[in-house]
């Protein structure tokens, strides 16, 4: 079980919106501990798409978005296009655990 | 461009050991913090350990999973990272990567495939 909790899957049809929660606990988002987001397609490494919470690099569509509140963190993608397909996780730091943790994955699937 | 190659995957018997490497480049490794994240067979992220520059005293920290059996290193004169497992079990199967943290968000290798198998 992932410290940080993520839905397993979402699905959406083309152009509509889909939001990503991404759950922790005082001891890491909660405690203040940036969010990061990474993409992963089928047979690919990981590649990041939000980090610092809400921040695009260069390259990223303006489709994805990333916000922070609480204990929780959210990915929202507008606008889903075919190329979305793919499995995304949340990362922070825990103070608990002296490490990065991750979320499970999302597997998102465009209708 | 920031590139990081990871070597050195294979079959493996239960018990046994591996190391595998990450070569560096289009970067200054020597101040770079990096990483090892493994995925295990259709299965998430999972952070096994982090070392520090070697001006920071190149200390290690490790997940719970993997303390004690593992060893991160690394060699600036070779910009390379190591990852040093032994008393590997079945479990550890899986795809091994090497992260670079950018500070904004990581940045990640192709990785290499491990599998602990009799």
């Known amino acids: 079980q992932s410290v940080l909790t993520q839905p397993p899957s979402v699905s959406g049809a083309p152009g509509q919106r889909v939001t990503i929660s991404c759950t922790g606990s005082?001891?890491?988002?909660?405690?203040?501990?940036?969010v990061h987001w990474y993409q992963q397609l089928p047979g690919a490494a990981p590649k990041r798409l939000i980090f610092r919470n809400t921040n695009r690099p260069s390259g990223v569509p303006d489709r994805f978005s990333g916000s922070k509140s609480g204990t929780s963190a959210s990915l929202t993608i507008t606008g889903l296009q075919a190329e979305d397909e793919a499995d995304y996780y949340c990362?922070?730091?825990?103070?608990?655990?002296?490490?990065?943790?991750f979320g499970g994955g999302t597997k998102v699937t465009v209708l | 461009e920031v590139q990081l190659v990871e070597s050195g995957g294979g079959l493996v018997k239960p018990g046994g050991s591996l190391r595998l490497s990450c070569a560096a480049s289009g970067f200054s490794f020597s101040n770079a913090w990096m990483n090892w994240v493994r995925q295990g067979p259709g299965t998430g992220l999972e952070w096994l350990g982090r070392?520090?520059?070697?001006?920071?005293?190149?200390?290690?920290d490790y997940a719970a999973p993997v303390k004690g059996r593992f060893t991160i290193s690394r060699d600036d004169s070779r910009d390379t990272l190591y990852l040093e497992m032994n008393s590997l079990r079945t479990e550890d199967t899986g795809v091994y990567y090497c992260s670079l943290d950018w500070g904004s968000g990581w940045l990640w290798g192709q990785g290499t495939l491990v599998t602990v198998s009799s």
């Open positions: 990362q922070s730091y825990d103070s608990s655990l002296s490490g990065w943790v």
């Open positions: 005082s001891s890491n988002i909660g405690a203040d501990y940036d």
């Open positions: 070392i520090k520059t070697n001006l920071e005293g190149g200390t290690t």
